[in-house]
Protein backbone atom coordinates (compact mmCIF):
# COMPACT_ATOMS: atom_id res chain seq x y z
CA UNK A 1 0.00 0.00 0.00
CA UNK A 2 1.31 3.57 -0.90
CA UNK A 3 1.71 5.62 1.97
CA UNK A 4 1.44 9.47 0.67
CA UNK A 5 2.58 12.58 1.79
CA UNK A 6 -0.67 14.75 1.34
CA UNK A 7 0.09 18.63 2.27
CA UNK A 8 -2.82 21.58 1.54
CA UNK A 9 -2.00 23.54 -1.71
CA UNK A 10 -1.67 26.82 0.72
CA UNK A 11 1.10 24.97 2.37
CA UNK A 12 3.16 24.35 -0.76
CA UNK A 13 1.44 27.83 -2.33
CA UNK A 14 3.83 29.28 0.83
CA UNK A 15 6.91 27.08 0.59
CA UNK A 16 7.10 27.85 -2.98
CA UNK A 17 6.86 32.03 -2.35
CA UNK A 18 9.34 31.46 0.39
CA UNK A 19 11.93 29.58 -1.82
CA UNK A 20 11.69 32.12 -4.57
CA UNK A 21 12.03 34.98 -1.92
CA UNK A 22 8.78 36.48 -2.85
CA UNK A 23 7.06 35.75 0.42
CA UNK A 24 8.04 39.47 1.91
CA UNK A 25 7.36 41.22 -1.09
CA UNK A 26 3.69 40.01 -1.09
CA UNK A 27 2.89 40.06 3.21
CA UNK A 28 4.21 43.61 2.23
CA UNK A 29 1.77 44.43 -0.48
CA UNK A 30 -1.07 42.99 1.76
CA UNK A 31 0.14 45.26 4.76
CA UNK A 32 -0.27 48.26 2.48
CA UNK A 33 -3.50 47.22 1.10
CA UNK A 34 -4.91 46.76 4.11
CA UNK A 35 -4.00 50.30 5.35
CA UNK A 36 -7.36 52.10 4.91
CA UNK A 37 -9.22 48.77 6.02
CA UNK A 38 -7.09 49.21 9.35
CA UNK A 39 -6.95 53.01 9.29
CA UNK A 40 -10.64 53.58 8.58
CA UNK A 41 -12.14 55.47 5.87
CA UNK A 42 -11.69 58.91 7.43
CA UNK A 43 -8.19 57.92 7.31
CA UNK A 44 -8.03 57.01 4.42
CA UNK A 45 -9.00 59.73 2.82
CA UNK A 46 -6.33 61.74 3.98
CA UNK A 47 -3.87 59.56 2.85
CA UNK A 48 -1.58 60.45 -0.35
CA UNK A 49 0.81 57.28 -0.18
CA UNK A 50 1.79 54.29 1.76
CA UNK A 51 4.97 52.04 1.34
CA UNK A 52 7.30 49.92 3.80
CA UNK A 53 10.69 50.53 3.80
CA UNK A 54 12.96 48.65 6.27
CA UNK A 55 10.38 47.55 8.32
CA UNK A 56 8.60 50.42 8.56
CA UNK A 57 5.74 51.86 7.18
CA UNK A 58 5.91 55.26 5.73
CA UNK A 59 2.38 56.97 5.47
CA UNK A 60 1.93 60.35 3.34
CA UNK A 61 -1.17 62.51 4.72
CA UNK A 62 -2.11 65.68 3.63
CA UNK A 63 -3.36 66.71 6.96
CA UNK A 64 -0.71 68.17 9.62
CA UNK A 65 -3.65 67.87 11.95
CA UNK A 66 -4.25 64.28 11.62
CA UNK A 67 -0.60 63.20 11.19
CA UNK A 68 0.02 64.30 14.93
CA UNK A 69 -2.80 62.72 16.16
CA UNK A 70 -1.86 58.99 14.09
CA UNK A 71 1.62 59.61 15.55
CA UNK A 72 0.58 59.00 19.13
CA UNK A 73 -1.09 56.22 17.90
CA UNK A 74 1.11 54.62 16.44
CA UNK A 75 1.81 51.26 18.28
CA UNK A 76 -1.80 50.11 17.89
CA UNK A 77 -1.21 50.55 14.29
CA UNK A 78 1.50 48.35 13.86
CA UNK A 79 -0.22 45.46 16.02
CA UNK A 80 -3.34 45.62 13.84
CA UNK A 81 -1.84 45.64 10.64
CA UNK A 82 0.67 42.59 11.22
CA UNK A 83 -2.55 40.83 12.52
CA UNK A 84 -4.28 42.17 9.25
CA UNK A 85 -2.04 39.92 7.27
CA UNK A 86 -1.33 37.56 9.75
CA UNK A 87 2.92 38.19 9.86
CA UNK A 88 4.81 40.54 11.37
CA UNK A 89 5.71 42.64 8.75
CA UNK A 90 6.69 45.75 10.15
CA UNK A 91 8.21 47.54 13.39
CA UNK A 92 7.19 50.86 13.13
CA UNK A 93 5.07 53.23 11.27
CA UNK A 94 5.97 57.05 10.34
CA UNK A 95 3.75 59.47 8.83
CA UNK A 96 4.92 62.42 6.95
Do not use: H
Not at 44 to 56: F, L, S, V
Amino acid sequence: MFKRDVQSIRDLVLRNLRQQGLETPLLQRRLVEAWPMVAGPAVARYTREACIRNQTLFVSLSSPALRADLSMRRADFVRRLNAAVGNRVIVDIRFC
